[in-house]
């Protein structure tokens, strides 16, 4: 198994804080790695996904821009 890492994890400030359904990064990581640990906020112990520092900018893009909406027209 592998160890933990200790990260500084943040979420938007757009989250719901009563627990929403909320997707948590640790920025700081990025400058070491080149690479972005996302986790689910409502399981912190939880697996956590590694994406490249480019991909994770082009999806937040994608967030900003509505590109996933299902309502699209």
Do not use: Y
């Not at 956590?48 to 900003?64: D, M, N, Q, T, Y």
Request: proline share 10%; hydrophobic share 35%.
């Amino acid at each position: 198994m592998t160890p933990q890492l200790r990260l500084a994890w943040t979420k938007s400030s757009h989250s719901n804080p009563d627990g929403g359904n909320c997707l948590e990064w640790s920025p700081a990581s990025c400058t070491a790695t080149g690479a972005i640990p996302i986790r689910d906020s409502k399981n912190p112990q939880g697996p956590v996904l590694i994406v490249p520092a480019h991909s994770f900018k082009e999806f937040v893009g994608g967030v900003k821009a509505n590109a996933f909406s299902r309502h699209q027209r």
